[in-house]
């Protein structure tokens, strides 16, 4: 769980830096301080259940199996990437690996995955469907066609709500007349629960909580994680429509420090095991920058394949 937290950090912090010099394709969506929801979420998950990550959760696409140097191809738009060179990283996922990728109407996943619980529950399959989304997503049709669908069935899904109080540039207040988006549940005959998003092990547990009862046969769940993101909507978004106070406010807890003590507690956790974890975390990195900056681009030709379901 400590590798994944500070992976998934060193990680973004390395694709801003490609960003910022020009050699990602499309734009880049920061999960930065809001690490410790997609590990949490997905830590515990099995090879064989689906997750629905979006824009900014990298991090879960990295726990679920995905390379990181594939992912990064992905990101500079080359041939190697997931959707060989056709797509940004918005858009893409690896159905192998049980990754169903988004589109940018967001919160348009969320009926996908009640189609998905079903499938399991019609197939009597064991697994699980976990489907992200922001708060500022729960306002559109979307999120209450698929919960009132997954309520209805009883289907085996997790509605994780990453609730950053900012839907791009309007703060929740804005969004909706509830202070917590769990209170949504209830409308869909089940239940919902908050946690705090930067929190590693109060997510872990509320998750975990989640995937057993739906493993079980007792129908879905919605969690809302209660986080930050420290960068803007987006990596050209200055975030100017919020205070500093605020941001120095959520970046005081941040979650990958807040584990360590965690961890540092329990005495599993020394100098030198992080000083082993990042030097790791490093070579990995920089050798799945070096693939994806060695691959090359698609030809031409190449847009014609993968059009019609062969």
Partial sequence: MYYWLKFTRAFEERISVLYKQG????????????EAVVVGACIGLEKDDFIFPLH?????????????????AQLLGKKTGLSKGKDSYLHSGDIGLGVVGSTSMLASSLPVAAGVGLSFKMKKRNNVAIAFFGEG?????????????????????????????????????????????????ESYGFSGSVCSGNDLMAVYKTVMK?????????????????T???????????????????????????P??????????LKVLNKKVIEKTEQDIKEKIDKAVTFAEESPFPEGKDALEDVYQE
């Fill in 137 to 185: 997503s729960t306002n559109r049709g979307d999120f209450h066609e698929g919960l009132n669908m997954a309520g209805l069935w009883k289907l085996p899904v997790v509605f994780v709500c990453e609730n950053n109080f900012f839907a791009y540039s309007t703060p929740v207040e804005k969004q909706m007349a509830i202070e917590d988006v769990a209170d949504r549940a």
């Fill in 228 to 254: 930050y993101r420290w960068h803007g909507h987006s990596e050209h978004d200055k975030a100017l429509y919020r205070t500093e106070d605020e941001f120095l406010e959520w970046k005081s807890r941040d």
């Fill in 210 to 226: 989640a995937v057993d009862r739906a493993r079980k046969g007792d129908g879905p769940t919605l969690v809302e994680c209660k």
């Fill in 56 to 72: 900014r959760d990298i991090g879960a696409a990295l726990v679920k199996g995905i390379d990181p140097g594939v992912l990064l």
């Fill in 23 to 34: 050699k990602i394709l499309g734009g880049v969506y920061s999960g930065i301080g809001q």
């Fill in 256 to 265: 990958i420090p807040r584990f360590e003590l965690y961890l540092g507690q």
